[in-house]
């Protein structure tokens, strides 16, 4: 049985507007849960709640209802996020310290330092890809180099769980691509993996699970085979069939002296399913 590293019951927030006497609610009752060791993909477009829903985890925003936990403790208690690590989505570092240094200052603001600490950086550098880079300041890093920058920080004491909100947002595809195997290896080094993402074919390579908001609430959520099944599209390969068949397919396959090879539900892409769930 799995542990469940992160869930969220009944959670509600609502923003107030000043001086407008009106609210926003930004998070509507939802309810979502991960488990220990898998990647779970939260989507939805701008303005869903992903965002809020990822802030209240992280214990910087309150919720108006309901509850908010990590390892089973309260995500507004700081200890909660002793074994959490994450990656904003524009990620900021002093533009005059080298990698090094700056994962040593990160490092040193979660309690660690001495051999262990050097012998970490070494590790999370050659982890992220940045080992020549070390010694560079990151004042000169491109967006895809600061986004695995901002992987190797958030991985600085080790943590369990990792929240990542847009991890390849401004990166160009050769970078999308690494850090989309760096979160493929992190799974395999058995963490757990949260992150947001519009890039929907990257988030059908890496997930495990995905769950699609829209204004606040939870449309749809499962396995990619489990939101795949609910398409009512089906799919035949037919053998020596002339082109009148197209339309009469099925009625007359045998007559015409077709043979049926296949005929399966159609698995549509996470795009499409993205899509009909969010329109």
Known sequence: MHTTVARVKNLTKIYPIPMRRQKVVAVSDLNLAIAEGEVYGLLGPNGSGKSTTLKILLG????TRGTAEIFGTPSTDYRSHAQVGFLPENPYFYKFLTAAETLKFFGKLCGMGGRKLDDRIGELLALVGL????????GGYSKGMLQR???????????KLLIL???TAGVDPVGSHEIRDLILQLKGMGKTVLLTSHLLEQVQ?????????????????GTLDELAADSNRSQFTIENAPAELEEKIRRLAEE?????????????????????ATK
Request: net charge negative; hydrophobic share 40%.
């Open 60 to 63: 910087l925003v309150s919720p």
């Open 131 to 138: 080992e020549d880079a070390r010694h560079r300041r990151v």
């Open 149 to 159: 920058m901002g992987l190797a920080q958030a991985l600085v004491q080790d943590p």
């Open 165 to 167: 909100d847009e991890p």
């Open 205 to 221: 390579e890496v997930c495990d699970r995905v769950g699609i908001m829209g204004r606040g609430r939870m449309l749809r959520e």
């Open 256 to 276: 015409a002296g077709a043979s049926l090879v296949e005929a399966h539900k159609e698995r549509p892409s996470l795009e499409k399913i993205f899509l009909d």
